[in-house]
Protein backbone atom coordinates (compact mmCIF):
# COMPACT_ATOMS: atom_id res chain seq x y z
CA UNK A 1 0.00 0.00 0.00
CA UNK A 2 1.66 3.67 -0.53
CA UNK A 3 1.84 5.54 1.98
CA UNK A 4 3.09 9.14 2.96
CA UNK A 5 4.64 8.88 6.47
CA UNK A 6 4.62 11.92 9.07
CA UNK A 7 7.64 11.44 12.10
CA UNK A 8 5.26 12.35 14.56
CA UNK A 9 1.07 12.15 14.91
CA UNK A 10 1.67 14.89 18.20
CA UNK A 11 4.26 17.23 19.15
CA UNK A 12 4.60 19.63 22.17
CA UNK A 13 6.96 22.41 21.54
CA UNK A 14 8.48 25.58 22.98
CA UNK A 15 7.96 29.05 22.17
CA UNK A 16 11.87 29.79 20.08
CA UNK A 17 12.67 26.00 19.22
CA UNK A 18 13.38 24.48 16.17
CA UNK A 19 11.50 22.45 14.81
CA UNK A 20 11.35 19.53 12.11
CA UNK A 21 8.43 18.37 10.67
CA UNK A 22 9.52 14.93 8.23
CA UNK A 23 6.87 13.50 5.86
CA UNK A 24 8.57 10.60 3.80
CA UNK A 25 6.69 9.13 0.60
CA UNK A 26 7.43 5.55 -0.83
CA UNK A 27 5.61 6.39 -4.25
CA UNK A 28 8.51 8.14 -6.16
CA UNK A 29 6.18 11.37 -6.59
CA UNK A 30 7.90 14.26 -8.05
CA UNK A 31 5.84 16.80 -6.35
CA UNK A 32 5.68 17.24 -2.32
CA UNK A 33 3.55 19.37 -0.19
CA UNK A 34 3.37 20.44 3.40
CA UNK A 35 -0.30 22.47 4.25
CA UNK A 36 -1.33 23.34 7.89
CA UNK A 37 -4.91 23.07 8.80
CA UNK A 38 -6.94 25.14 11.02
CA UNK A 39 -10.62 25.19 12.04
CA UNK A 40 -12.41 27.98 10.15
CA UNK A 41 -9.81 28.47 7.49
CA UNK A 42 -9.36 25.17 5.67
CA UNK A 43 -5.82 23.75 4.34
CA UNK A 44 -3.50 26.35 3.44
CA UNK A 45 -0.11 26.17 1.32
CA UNK A 46 2.76 26.37 2.93
CA UNK A 47 5.53 25.39 0.61
CA UNK A 48 5.62 22.77 -1.66
CA UNK A 49 8.45 21.10 -4.32
CA UNK A 50 7.99 19.67 -7.66
CA UNK A 51 11.88 18.16 -7.59
CA UNK A 52 14.49 17.19 -5.24
CA UNK A 53 16.29 20.54 -3.94
CA UNK A 54 13.42 22.36 -5.48
CA UNK A 55 10.99 24.42 -3.25
CA UNK A 56 8.55 27.12 -4.06
CA UNK A 57 6.41 29.53 -1.47
CA UNK A 58 2.97 28.67 -1.21
CA UNK A 59 0.20 31.10 0.06
CA UNK A 60 1.70 31.13 3.88
CA UNK A 61 5.55 30.44 3.94
CA UNK A 62 6.43 32.92 6.90
CA UNK A 63 8.03 31.58 9.88
CA UNK A 64 8.59 28.49 8.07
CA UNK A 65 11.45 27.00 5.56
CA UNK A 66 11.28 23.47 3.73
CA UNK A 67 14.36 21.02 2.57
CA UNK A 68 14.37 18.69 0.08
CA UNK A 69 17.24 16.61 -0.47
CA UNK A 70 16.16 13.18 -1.29
CA UNK A 71 12.96 12.93 -3.68
CA UNK A 72 11.06 10.93 -1.33
CA UNK A 73 11.72 13.24 1.59
CA UNK A 74 10.33 16.70 2.35
CA UNK A 75 11.01 18.48 5.86
CA UNK A 76 9.60 21.34 7.22
CA UNK A 77 11.28 23.99 9.53
CA UNK A 78 9.79 26.15 11.66
CA UNK A 79 12.85 28.24 12.58
CA UNK A 80 11.68 29.56 15.64
CA UNK A 81 8.50 28.53 17.07
CA UNK A 82 5.84 30.44 18.20
CA UNK A 83 2.34 29.86 19.67
CA UNK A 84 0.54 31.18 16.37
CA UNK A 85 2.08 28.45 14.77
CA UNK A 86 -0.27 25.29 16.71
CA UNK A 87 -1.59 23.79 13.92
CA UNK A 88 -2.11 20.22 12.29
CA UNK A 89 0.52 20.01 10.02
CA UNK A 90 -0.73 17.85 6.68
CA UNK A 91 2.05 16.35 3.97
CA UNK A 92 1.06 15.55 0.90
CA UNK A 93 2.33 13.71 -2.28
CA UNK A 94 1.04 13.71 -5.82
CA UNK A 95 2.24 11.86 -9.38
CA UNK A 96 1.09 14.14 -11.47
CA UNK A 97 -1.95 17.38 -11.85
CA UNK A 98 -4.29 14.56 -12.20
CA UNK A 99 -3.77 12.11 -10.00
CA UNK A 100 -4.66 13.91 -6.52
CA UNK A 101 -2.95 13.88 -3.53
CA UNK A 102 -1.86 11.35 -1.03
CA UNK A 103 -1.67 12.55 2.41
CA UNK A 104 0.09 11.81 5.94
CA UNK A 105 -2.06 10.86 8.94
CA UNK A 106 -1.02 14.52 10.21
CA UNK A 107 0.71 16.45 12.82
CA UNK A 108 -0.40 17.82 15.57
CA UNK A 109 1.86 20.81 16.87
CA UNK A 110 1.02 22.68 20.15
CA UNK A 111 3.63 25.36 21.03
CA UNK A 112 3.74 26.27 24.15
CA UNK B 1 -7.89 33.30 -9.80
CA UNK B 2 -9.34 29.99 -8.76
CA UNK B 3 -11.70 29.19 -5.81
CA UNK B 4 -13.78 26.67 -4.35
CA UNK B 5 -17.04 27.29 -2.45
CA UNK B 6 -18.49 24.18 -0.66
CA UNK B 7 -21.94 25.63 0.18
CA UNK B 8 -22.79 24.48 3.84
CA UNK B 9 -19.98 23.83 6.75
CA UNK B 10 -22.01 21.17 8.33
CA UNK B 11 -24.97 18.49 6.95
CA UNK B 12 -26.74 16.72 8.71
CA UNK B 13 -28.74 13.59 7.22
CA UNK B 14 -30.46 10.73 9.18
CA UNK B 15 -28.94 7.04 8.13
CA UNK B 16 -30.25 5.60 5.01
CA UNK B 17 -30.75 9.39 3.70
CA UNK B 18 -29.87 10.64 -0.01
CA UNK B 19 -26.12 12.90 0.94
CA UNK B 20 -25.36 16.10 -1.07
CA UNK B 21 -22.32 18.10 -0.47
CA UNK B 22 -22.17 21.07 -2.84
CA UNK B 23 -18.93 22.26 -4.05
CA UNK B 24 -18.89 25.44 -7.06
CA UNK B 25 -15.75 26.30 -8.07
CA UNK B 26 -14.24 29.37 -10.66
CA UNK B 27 -11.40 28.46 -12.82
CA UNK B 28 -10.36 30.33 -16.01
CA UNK B 29 -9.42 27.06 -17.64
CA UNK B 30 -10.64 23.17 -17.44
CA UNK B 31 -10.11 22.08 -14.24
CA UNK B 32 -9.15 19.06 -12.66
CA UNK B 33 -11.66 18.23 -9.33
CA UNK B 34 -11.56 16.18 -6.69
CA UNK B 35 -13.23 15.17 -3.18
CA UNK B 36 -11.22 14.12 -0.80
CA UNK B 37 -12.69 12.99 2.93
CA UNK B 38 -10.96 13.35 6.45
CA UNK B 39 -12.17 11.13 9.95
CA UNK B 40 -10.56 12.73 13.07
CA UNK B 41 -7.08 12.88 13.70
CA UNK B 42 -6.30 11.57 10.22
CA UNK B 43 -5.15 12.94 6.57
CA UNK B 44 -6.95 13.21 4.12
CA UNK B 45 -8.09 10.21 1.60
CA UNK B 46 -8.75 10.93 -1.88
CA UNK B 47 -12.86 9.67 -2.49
CA UNK B 48 -12.83 10.36 -6.16
CA UNK B 49 -11.45 13.21 -8.92
CA UNK B 50 -12.73 14.17 -12.47
CA UNK B 51 -10.04 14.75 -14.73
CA UNK B 52 -11.59 13.97 -18.61
CA UNK B 53 -14.03 12.10 -20.02
CA UNK B 54 -17.49 11.34 -18.46
CA UNK B 55 -18.67 13.49 -16.18
CA UNK B 56 -20.25 11.45 -13.87
CA UNK B 57 -17.23 9.61 -12.12
CA UNK B 58 -17.51 7.06 -8.94
CA UNK B 59 -15.72 6.98 -6.18
CA UNK B 60 -14.90 4.95 -2.96
CA UNK B 61 -17.51 4.00 -0.91
CA UNK B 62 -20.62 4.20 -2.79
CA UNK B 63 -20.11 8.12 -3.38
CA UNK B 64 -19.90 9.62 -6.85
CA UNK B 65 -20.08 13.32 -8.15
CA UNK B 66 -20.93 14.98 -11.47
CA UNK B 67 -19.10 17.49 -13.04
CA UNK B 68 -21.46 20.23 -14.66
CA UNK B 69 -19.46 22.38 -16.52
CA UNK B 70 -22.35 25.08 -17.26
CA UNK B 71 -22.86 25.39 -13.82
CA UNK B 72 -19.17 25.41 -12.72
CA UNK B 73 -20.20 22.44 -9.99
CA UNK B 74 -19.06 19.41 -8.55
CA UNK B 75 -21.40 18.37 -6.40
CA UNK B 76 -21.17 14.93 -4.00
CA UNK B 77 -23.97 12.73 -3.84
CA UNK B 78 -24.30 8.78 -2.01
CA UNK B 79 -28.21 7.73 -2.08
CA UNK B 80 -28.28 6.26 1.14
CA UNK B 81 -26.46 7.43 4.16
CA UNK B 82 -24.33 4.85 6.40
CA UNK B 83 -23.09 6.43 10.25
CA UNK B 84 -19.37 5.48 8.89
CA UNK B 85 -20.05 8.44 6.20
CA UNK B 86 -19.54 10.86 9.19
CA UNK B 87 -16.87 13.06 8.56
CA UNK B 88 -15.39 15.78 6.82
CA UNK B 89 -15.13 16.37 3.02
CA UNK B 90 -13.01 18.50 1.07
CA UNK B 91 -13.91 19.71 -2.46
CA UNK B 92 -10.35 20.35 -4.76
CA UNK B 93 -9.47 22.47 -8.04
CA UNK B 94 -6.04 22.01 -9.72
CA UNK B 95 -6.36 23.55 -13.19
CA UNK B 96 -4.07 22.00 -15.65
CA UNK B 97 -0.89 23.16 -16.41
CA UNK B 98 -0.50 24.38 -12.56
CA UNK B 99 0.65 22.48 -9.55
CA UNK B 100 -1.07 24.00 -6.85
CA UNK B 101 -4.75 22.12 -5.61
CA UNK B 102 -7.34 24.87 -4.15
CA UNK B 103 -9.12 23.40 -1.81
CA UNK B 104 -12.42 24.25 -0.51
CA UNK B 105 -13.34 24.99 3.41
CA UNK B 106 -14.93 21.42 4.10
CA UNK B 107 -18.68 20.46 5.31
CA UNK B 108 -18.87 18.01 8.16
CA UNK B 109 -21.22 15.40 7.39
CA UNK B 110 -23.30 14.36 10.73
CA UNK B 111 -25.06 11.08 10.34
CA UNK B 112 -28.32 10.16 12.60
CA UNK B 113 -29.31 6.75 13.90
Known amino acids: DVKVTQSSRYLVKRTGEKVFLECVQD?????MFWYRQDPGLGLRLIYF???????EKGDIPEGYSVSREKKERFSLILESASTNQTSMYLC???????????FGSGTRLTVV | AQSVTQLGSHVSVSEGALVLLRCNYS??????LFWYVQYPNQGLQLLLK??????LVKGINGFEAEFKKSETSFHLTKPSAHMSDAAEYFC???????????FGAGTRLFVKA
Open chain 1, 27 to 31: MDHEN
Open chain 1, 92 to 102: ASSGGQGSGYT
Open chain 1, 49 to 55: SYDVKMK
Open chain 2, 92 to 102: AVTHTGGFKTI
Open chain 2, 27 to 32: SSVPPY
Open chain 2, 50 to 55: YTTGAT
